[in-house]
């Protein structure tokens, strides 16, 4: 593969991720973001979002399983699921694995991330490609979907992009509380991605008190994922009802998903709920706490 | 800080990491290597040893508390340490921090690296700067004090740079033969760095295997190092006899250390040896097997 330059990720003041790039795929404005997907030796396609990596063809499994499967197998029969933001698709690819679960909604704002991964990055939009009886795909904003017509849920999913532009209103208390109160069902679980406690301290520090007054229980699980900064990512996991991470009851559906994953296995699904100390700190005493 | 362009690791055809550079503060050429420290706004000062980022002081603790406290508080009782590699100071810090450890011999090839971490990151070599009645430095070759003089240990621990350059030897299967026949007590463990199971696999799949020759145990352990490649780091287990890698009796020992550390808690020992499908499939069943 010859490559022509590098393609990066620059943080300004603080960050930059670079890979060789071979071939430029696709590049659009749509009405909310920069949209573009590019191959490289390193990481196969890539899509980026205002700059910024989104997912890779190389490690998309690492983020989308561990996504997908904590709350799928935490909650002990889901049968309905909202995925918020997730156009790649991965998201719903991993969802619905789960035999189940009976119906999906994925609500992405932008048409034109559906349209570019289907078209550049089937292997992660397969779903969206080949369709699935139980899914429904809606372009639309998530943050009204949640505040008035969404209900019924057994688990939301927050797959969003970055706490600036289209995903900013996706990190705030009225979107929790809508999630919390009208769109889950009792018993319902939410995860959604919080950044790296690396780069993004002043996010967890906010989100995970936010979380507090939302839900019962909230609280984050890590995994590795080698193309977003500092490869250590968050996402938090918030019940209505307080619940372990993964009930003993839900052993053989967890064990049976796990042939099916490259990331994903019931003792990693435990044991990435264990924080280093630096984190507990962020998320338990954050020295900047506002509303 | 005023910043004056950027400072990089280059891992050619795959990979760069960029930090804005606030100052060059020490570049020499030793014997063995280029030898740089550099100071940047977002990790703050940086040991580089052939252009590759070594250490930084912002996440410095998780590397030398993962690769001390470890096997440190797995064996029943460690009296004498020997550090291979390590020449920054950081990880015989942290085996001082056991207040049961009476020897601690440090065995560092490059006195550069030594000289310039003592003026430029004192923080990290304070053990060198200050001095311990039960430190004992060494400037040589580890391999070759292996082989012919060391005996009595009771843990070894390779700190070492990358498989190429003056880190190559620390890779071998004679090396670890050594340091299981020679210099490790009945009872000894072994604990060295691995690499990445994203950008290394070849060195995985390599020294596994060998390391599974050497020792009755041999398994890996992962942590989060965010300014190196992919932020996922792996570090070898390997004991003489097999053993639990966090016995009950040494709880309260791990427990005790715990409020000196940033990282490292025993719950995270645990849950550090459990492994993605991906890397059981690396160490387990590797694509490729040489000796």
Redesign the interface.
């Known amino acids: 593969m010859t490559?022509q330059g590098?393609v990066s990720e620059t943080v300004e003041?603080?960050?930059?991720?670079?890979?060789?790039l071979a071939a430029r795929l696709f590049e659009g404005q749509s009405d909310f973001q920069k949209v573009e997907v590019v191959d490289t030796?390193?990481w196969g396609r890539m899509l980026l979002l205002d700059g910024l990596v989104q997912t890779t063809q190389r490690?998309e499994w690492?983020y989308h399983e561990m996504i997908a499967h904590v709350p799928l197998l935490a909650h002990r029969d889901p049968k309905r699921v909202l995925v918020i933001g997730g156009g790649d698709g991965g998201t719903v690819r991993e969802v619905l694995k789960h035999p189940g679960v009976q119906e999906v909604v994925l609500c992405e704002i932008d048409a034109m991330v559906i349209e570019a991964c289907k078209q550049h990055l089937p292997g992660i939009a397969c779903a969206l490609v080949e369709g699935d009886r139980r899914l429904t795909v809606r372009v639309g904003d998530g943050v009204a979907y949640v505040a008035d017509e969404a209900q019924g849920f057994d688990v939301v999913i927050v797959d969003s992009s970055e706490p600036m532009g289209p995903g900013e209103e996706l990190f705030s208390e009225t979107f929790y509380t809508n999630v919390a109160q009208k769109a889950l069902n009792a018993g319902g679980l939410l995860v959604a991605q919080t950044e790296?406690p690396?780069y993004n301290r002043d996010v967890i520090e906010r989100v995970y008190p936010m979380l507090g007054r939302c839900f019962a229980q909230a609280q984050p699980y890590?995994g590795?994922v080698?193309t977003y900064?500092?490869?250590?990512w968050t996402w938090a996991f918030c019940a209505k009802t307080p619940q372990p991470v993964l009930p003993e009851a839900n052993q053989g559906r967890a064990a049976a998903i796990?042939p099916l994953?490259?990331?994903?296995?019931p003792?990693?699904h435990?044991?990435?709920f264990?924080?280093?100390?630096?984190v507990v700190q962020q998320v338990e005493q954050p020295s900047v706490v506002s509303g």
């Open positions: 490559t590098w003041g603080s960050y930059r991720l670079s890979f060789p030796p390193t490690d690492v790296s690396w890590l590795f080698p900064p500092s490869g250590c796990t994953c490259r990331y994903y296995n003792d990693l435990r044991a990435a264990v924080m280093p100390n630096f």
